[in-house]
């Protein structure tokens, strides 16, 4: 394979009006490697939405090197106001690992931003299940729970530090989390394109059918608004390039130039955590501390990777067939965005796994 096959698979989706744009980017050997964009100027800022995780995660492991934190730290130590109605026992590694038992629990991005806000949602959550019993992916509770344990312990708002400690640190100048409302140029909208797909045209390796659920447009849409940029959703909010991203993944597997203790870094990284059952896949959830790993078992391709990563590569997916991950094997990191958020998610999700499969083999 060829930096001209991956390429040219990236823009047959803009050339014929599926996607409005995207970017891909490839890096190695800390050093970036390939970035193209087709749809929109190489800089335009995308909102990254789940790939967000990945970057809130490393901002706790930070913490945990730096003392302040341990992954069994419960959430309620730092703030009391998270222990109500069970959830006193729901610690760091709950949250990180999406066992924490709130999958669903809700939190507008105006209530997320302002701590006192935050709080009494917080206070208003209940339990769906007891903490570490299971998984389900936590879209976007776990990661106000973690920007609460970031604040407390560190004595900074928590967009401040992800954007000072990591992205700073790093020399992403395009990967923030939370901006001013008057300086939000240069971040693409997000737009909702496709037609939800037929479903059964995805199965499992048992045969069975994988149930995609629909496209919330109406929650997604509203990260174009100039105050949910600004709150930095930490589950989904974060904006950057393709080329920052895969930078910042390119970090993940050798530390360069950054800030984690080498030994806690491996263990986020490399090690499983969480081998659940994941409800939606019905195979082991495979997460490590704020990642997804491909894993030896043969069902890497129901972990959102394409063909050709080794077992030990890990990844953070997002909506809409946006990807990041990194390959300890090869050296290689890997992210490709797109805006266009579609809503046919077999079609999102073969491209996903096409292009990743194209990277793997460079």
Sequence with gaps: MSFADLFARARRDVDDGTLPSCQLALARKGELLAWESYGAAPATRVTIFSITKALVASAIWLLVGDEAVICDTRAADLCPEFGTHGKDAITVDHLLLHTAGIPRAPMKPEEGALAADRWRRFSDWYLDWPPGTRTEYHPTSAGWALAEVIERASGMDYRAFVNERICAELGLDYLR??????????????????????????????????????????????????????????????????????????????????????????????????????????????????????????????????????????????????????????????????????????????????????????
């Excluded at 080794?310 to 991950?325: D, E, N």
Aim: net charge negative.
């Design 177 to 362: 989390l939370g901006f001013d409302e008057l300086d939000q140029r240069s971040i693409a909208d997000v737009v909702i394109v496709g037609e939800p797909a037929q479903m059964g045209a995805i199965t499992r390796p048992s045969g069975e059918t994988l149930t995609l659920p629909e496209i919330r447009g109406d929650i997604l849409l509203r990260y174009n608004e100039p105050a949910v940029r600004a709150a930095g959703v930490p589950g989904a909010g974060a904006v950057g390039t393709a080329a920052d991203v895969a930078m910042f993944f390119q970090a993940l597997l050798g530390n360069v130039k950054g800030p984690w203790k080498p030994d806690l870094l491996s263990d986020a990284t490399l090690n499983v955590y969480n081998s659940f059952a994941d409800p939606y896949t019905n195979v082991p959830a495979n997460r490590t501390r704020g990642l997804v790993q491909a894993g030896n078992d043969g069902f890497a391709l129901m972990r959102s990777f394409g063909e050709g990563v080794s077992a030990r590569a890990f990844a953070s997916p997002g909506v809409g067939g946006q990807t990041a991950w990194a390959d300890p094997a090869t050296g290689i990191s890997f992210c490709y965005l797109t805006n266009g958020i579609d809503a046919d998610l077999v079609r999102a999700f073969r491209r996903s796994m096409k292009l990743s499969t194209l990277a793997a083999a460079i």
